[in-house]
C-alpha cells in the first residue's frame, strides 16, 4: 500500500518555493559572483535553505501497511499499529505507544483554532481540555457544524485511529514497539550549511 501522508500544507508549499528561489540565486552566485562575498551570501543562503528543509519539507505523518510513521525535523518515530495507543490533539497531534508520548511536528493548531471550536462546538457534543475528537452533537446540524469546525490536526487523528483499527483487522495483534532515531538527511543537510559558513569565514579572514 502507498503510504498516505499528512503534513502542513501551506509550509509545504513555502518550502519549495523558497528552493526555486534559492537555486536561481546559488546560479547567479556561480556565474557573476566574486570571492569572498559570493561564499558568504552562499552559506547565507545554504542555512536557510537546510532550515527550511528541515522545518518545512521534511516533518509529516505517513500511514503505512505496517504503522504510522512520524517524521519531525531531525527524528522519525515509527509506531506499529499493534503499539498504537491513545491518539490526541493539543495544539499538535500526540501520539502514545509504550508509555511514551511522540509529539508530531505537523500539521499543528493555532490558539485561534482551539478558540474558534471551543466557541462552535454544541453543548454536550465534544470534550473538554485536550482537543480531543468531537462527539456528535444533540441533533444532525449540530454534529455536521462539528465537523465543520475541526481542525486539520484532528482530522489527520481520525485518519490515523481509523487506519489503526483497519490494519489491526486485517493482521490482528502482530507485535511490534515504538522505535524513534535520528535521520541522517537533516543532519547532513544542516552540517553542510555549517561547513559553508566555515568555508565562508575563513575565506574573509
Known sequence: MKPRVFR??????LGWIWLAF???NAVDLIVRGRMPSSLVAGAV????????YVTCLRPGIFLREDGVLVRNPLRDAFVPWAALGDVRVTHAILIESGGRTIRSWTP???????IRM????????????DGDRDRPGHTPRDHAEAVANRTHAHWVAEQIVEESARARGRSGDAAGTLTVTWSPAPLA???AALLLVAAAVLASL
Open 8 to 13: 502542513s500544507k501551506g509550509a509545504f508549499v
Open 22 to 24: 534559492a537555486a536561481l
Open 45 to 52: 543562503l545554504g542555512v536557510l535553505t537546510a532550515v527550511i
Open 108 to 114: 499543528q493548531v493555532s490558539n485561534r483554532e482551539l
Open 118 to 129: 471551543a466557541r462552535s462546538r454544541p453543548a454536550g457534543g465534544g470534550r473538554d481540555g
Open 189 to 191: 543537510a544542516l552540517g
